[in-house]
């Protein structure tokens, strides 16, 4: 991801495991954002603790970039959930010593002195949803911006969750509501485990149309207003 003025490249970079498993000298530059100086070629950390910050965007008129992160497993359905943050330059936000402000009981006696400085996500949308690309809809006022989070799917639940577009309302550069529904019905049959579908990203037009790219269905949807 691109600063606005083209001089600074935002990459993002997934843990090599799910909780440090394999040891955290495995987890170097990873699970955290990377902010590259495209003048000079110089890297930096720009954000940590960030299992797997998948897609990134601008918040229309700020400099907040905001990532969909997809959070740990094997801690139950409901534990943890992926989420939505407003990233901050220099931060740390858990992965892998803990989730929304708890102790991961796998690091119970490890880094507990991180918790009063870690910082909370802004919008959970949903326990192993597998949250991938975000996008702002473009065109809007200030005071009526869309955040849309394609979520892939879930594998390792008991029930199905995801496999659809989530709407999280914003307002000035910052979300203003629970995520809603947007674009659902990829589910075929939640027994057999068949979809017809499996958002991965979206991006989004000026004339307020939105484009999702479904891996599964082997699709690039259209969704736009017909009045």
């Known amino acids: 991801m691109l ?7 935002y990459v993002s970079v997934g843990s090599a495991s799910n909780v440090g498993e394999h040891g955290m000298d495995e987890e170097k530059r990873r699970a955290a954002i990377l902010a590259i100086d495209l ?24 400099n907040t970039l905001w990532a969909a992160v997809n959070e740990r497993d094997q801690l139950g359905d409901d534990i943890a959930p992926d989420y939505l943050v407003g990233v901050r330059d220099g931060e740390f936000y858990g992965w892998p010593y803990s989730y929304y402000g ?9 880094k507990r002195e991180l918790l009063a400085t870690t910082l909370l996500p802004d919008v959970a949308v949903g326990p192993h949803a597998a949250a991938l690309g ?23 639940r008991s029930a199905f969750i995801g496999y659809d577009v989530l709407a999280v309302p914003f307002a000035n550069g910052r979300p203003t509501a629970a995520p809603q529904p947007f674009l659902t019905g990829f589910v075929a049959n939640e027994k057999s485990g068949e979809v ?16 999702v790219v479904d891996d599964a269905g082997d699709t690039v949807w259209l969704v736009r207003r017909t009045a």
């Open 134 to 156: 975000v996008a702002f809809a473009k065109g809007t006022s200030a005071a009526q911006q869309v955040a849309y989070v394609a979520r892939h799917g879930s594998w390792n």
């Open 196 to 211: 017809y579908g499996r958002p991965v990203s979206v991006q989004t037009r000026d004339d307020g149309a939105i484009f």
């Open 102 to 110: 708890k102790q991961d009981p796998r690091h119970a006696n490890t």
């Open 3 to 9: 600063s606005a003025d083209a001089r600074t490249l």
């Open 39 to 62: 003048r000079t070629g110089r890297e930096r950390l720009y954000a940590s603790g960030l299992r797997n910050p998948v897609g990134m965007a601008w918040a229309p008129g700020t």
